[in-house]
């Protein structure tokens, strides 16, 4: 069995992934989705970019067949001849080479239990002046990855290229470099990160070794774009696993399992003194109440909420609805969605303010502007804080005068926050996707968020196929009109 560089970022993130992808029964993986491509293609961008600004000389190995020794000894081939940078190089070692040869490592990943080899593929290899085996020099890994900043696992898998390296050319592990968006270079100190490499091989071998299957947890952020999200989910579902109920964070949920508290029945049932002294009375009474809500499938008023609720969601004769869809990749938010209530008349008008292409950013903004200044009274009814906090970043950019957007801002209303501050619903997450659904509400598109909209925005960049703006603003059009359903389901429960 191989430990790749790949098996140790999967197990720094999700223990569990990287467990299935060993393991588990490729059947029952989930299709791959489109977002993630479109990922994969934005990474290959970026290090293709990165390339030519910084290592537009690299080389790569050349090889006929696709065996990973082979590559090993073609890359190598390669640093005996002093190549000044190796693009897409792979290092190998074999248990056999590790039992034999005394690594210059600082730590040693491998007990004489563990028969493994190691394969790593940075994404690439440096030439610096030094002593290495292969002459006046040695070689040092750049990992360049899309994210924002230097995460855990980027350093871990860094840390492992250092160790096999080290190893190869007979020197101590080089320090590697991260390259992230923007091309910012960051230095891994391989002294705090060599020793957390080797207690995440030696757990990672120990799991592996002895078929200890992790335990499920549901971690929304985390395991949505997971190809065996759906394979965990039925897990969890059948075992009425805690981490479905909103608020049980892993470090939260151990503490609930160190008093016995195993099940979402546990917790509805659970003495609220002993929660109490351990997660604080305010956290144990608000989980309580999710778990009773959960069981019983019906929503709860929160008992400390004794608002005004005509007050804090306003009903006027013009009220607005707003949704965005943003393209992260290009920092830019391409459609406005406004949905136009008009009560006398009891008609509703769907205001799409698209960006066709990039450049219309600030074209879509101003007609934005002019819209809902046409309803000066209207209420703005939005669903969590992204929409502000785009009104801050587009009145910066475009300079609209501060006074104009604290006006804008002022007739905001977030449903969200009155959402959680109020009741309590049988929902796993208080999305508006999640809300919507269960008071009734459901979107034309069964199946699709977000993400996918990002992906069908990128498609129309590249094809112009108008069938791919038509979803989109179908969706964003849904988004409006669950907000309003949304609102107006609160009222009436609150009323």
Not at 66 to 95: P, W
Not at 329 to 346: A, F
Request: charged share 20%.
């Amino acid at each position: 069995m191989l430990l790749t560089d790949v098996l140790l970022l999967d197990y720094k993130r999700c223990q569990r992934r990287a467990f299935l992808n060993v393991y588990g029964d490729s059947l029952e993986k989930n299709a791959e989705r489109d977002f993630l491509l479109k990922l994969r293609q934005e990474n290959q961008l970026h290090i293709a970019t990165t390339l030519e600004k910084f290592y537009p000389h690299y080389q790569k190995p050349q090889y006929n067949v696709s065996n990973f020794e082979d590559r090993a000894k073609a890359t190598q081939a390669l640093m005996e001849q002093g190549v000044s940078c190796i693009y897409k190089g792979t290092l190998f070692e074999s248990h056999e080479f590790r039992q034999q040869y005394r690594p210059y490592s600082s730590i040693s990943l491998f007990g004489d239990n563990y028969r493994f080899a190691c394969l790593g593929k940075p994404t690439l290899l440096i030439k610096h002046p030094g002593k290495s085996k292969f002459g006046d020099w040695f070689y040092s890994p750049v990992s360049i990855h899309l994210g924002r900043r230097p995460k855990p696992e980027y350093k871990i898998v860094a840390a492992f290229y250092a160790y096999l390296l080290g190893n190869l050319q007979e020197t101590p592990p080089p320090t590697p470099t991260l390259i992230l968006r923007q091309q910012n270079h960051y230095e891994v100190d391989l002294n705090q990160w060599l020793p957390r490499l080797q207690t995440t091989a030696t757990d990672c071998l120990e799991m592996l070794t002895h078929s200890q299957e992790p335990e499920v947890f549901i971690s929304r952020q985390r395991c949505n774009l997971c190809h065996w999200y759906n394979h965990c989910y039925a897990i969890a579902q059948s075992q009425q696993h805690l981490s479905l109920v909103p608020g049980v964070t892993p470090s939260r949920y151990q503490s609930l399992l160190d008093i016995g508290v195993e099940t979402v029945e546990s917790l509805a049932d659970a003495c609220p003194v002993n929660m109490g002294e351990i997660i604080g009375s305010d956290l144990a009474n608000q989980l309580q109440q999710q778990a009773q809500s959960i069981i019983d499938n019906r929503a709860l008023r929160k008992s400390q909420f004794q608002g005004n609720i005509h007050r804090l969601i306003p009903t006027q004769e013009f009220e607005l609805y707003f949704d965005i869809e943003a393209e992260p990749e290009r920092n830019l938010d391409y459609l406005l969605g406004v949905l136009l209530i008009e009560r006398s008349t009891q008609t509703e008008t769907f205001y799409p303010l698209l960006a066709e292409n990039p450049e219309d950013e600030q074209q879509i903004w101003q007609q934005f502007l002019d819209l809902v200044n046409e309803y000066k009274d209207a209420p703005i009814f939005h669903f969590s804080e992204y929409e502000v906090e785009t009104m801050k970043r587009l009145a910066k950019l475009y300079q609209t005068p501060q006074g104009q957007l604290e006006s804008l801002l002022s007739r905001f209303v977030d449903l969200h926050h009155r959402v959680v501050t109020s009741v309590i619903l049988p929902v796993e997450s208080y999305s508006l996707k999640s809300l919507a659904n269960w008071i009734g509400f459901h979107w034309r598109d069964p199946g699709i968020g977000g993400d996918q909209c990002v992906c069908w925005y990128d498609q129309w960049l590249k094809t112009g196929d108008r069938t791919l703006l038509a979803s989109i603003l179908r969706y964003n059009e849904d988004d409006c009109r669950a907000t309003l359903y949304l609102k107006n389901w609160l009222l009436e429960f609150l009323g």
